[in-house]
């Protein structure tokens, strides 16, 4: 089955504070967004790459991920994070589409096609970590709770996320209420959603600190270090 990637890139990052977009901002000398697109571009099912952003940065993504690899669509994102993911789904052509977080640079190809594999098996499929932290609940005045949350079963969710395109497309265009990932749109609508294991250098970059740690992963070797672009 053909497979199309769609690259959330339109999000603000207000807790990066920085005056750019987050994607566009360099990760040793190399734009954020070029490390996803990398990534793709590595997976011989992966046929399209679609990136969603802002009208104003469309340009800028173009820059960047035209060179990385041929068959790149730009189209633009919406208010909410499941229009953003809508518009990348109803531009995709592929039978699976891989929804992923741009701010999320080093997914590797072992785990795209992980989800890509279980996805064509069951029809959806989200990488997970599982929780090792203690969970505790604190009151109104930010002091801890007795009660300990347990951890059994409990699992942070990451991207990409894969489904059948023509699933995924209905339940976007059908939610009404704000969602933090697409597969709660999946399990809203009542359908199943199979896990595989994520990765921990999966790491999503939300603050000044991620940018920092993604910085070092690359240093170490931990990650491969990308060819600058853009």
């Not at 793709?40 to 099912?45: G, L």
């Not at 604190?138 to 059994?152: N, S």
């Not at 969602?179 to 921990?200: K, N, S, Y």
Request: include cysteine; charged fraction near 20%.
């Amino acid at each position: 089955m053909a497979v199309t990637a769609v690259i959330l890139a339109a999000g603000r990052g207000e807790r990066m504070q920085a005056r750019d977009n987050k994607v566009f901002l360099p990760l040793a000398g190399t734009p954020v967004l070029a490390y996803s697109v990398r990534a793709f571009a590595a997976v011989d099912a992966v046929r399209e790459i679609v990136i969603v952003t802002r009208a104003s940065e469309s340009e800028q993504a173009v820059r960047i991920a035209a060179p990385l690899f041929t068959a790149v669509k730009i189209v633009n994102g919406g208010a909410r994070r499941q229009d953003s993911a809508r518009a990348g789904v109803a531009a995709a052509t592929g039978e699976i589409v891989l929804i992923h977080d741009g701010a999320r640079p080093f997914p590797s190809p072992e785990l795209i096609a992980r989800v890509i594999a279980t996805t064509a098996r069951h029809g959806a499929c989200v990488p997970v970590i599982p929780v090792a932290d203690t969970l505790r609940y604190t009151d109104q005045d930010g002091f801890l709770l007795p009660r300990t949350i347990a951890r059994a079963g409990l699992y942070r969710m990451q991207t990409p996320q894969g489904f059948m395109r023509d699933r995924i497309l209905s339940v976007l265009t059908e939610m009404n209420k704000s969602i933090t990932d697409d597969a709660a749109a999946v399990l809203a609508d009542g359908g199943m959603v199979a896990t595989v294991p994520g990765e921990e250098t999966n790491i999503k970059l939300t603050t000044q600190a991620d940018l920092l740690l993604a910085a070092a992963l690359i240093t170490a070797g931990v990650v491969a270090r990308s060819d600058s672009t853009g």
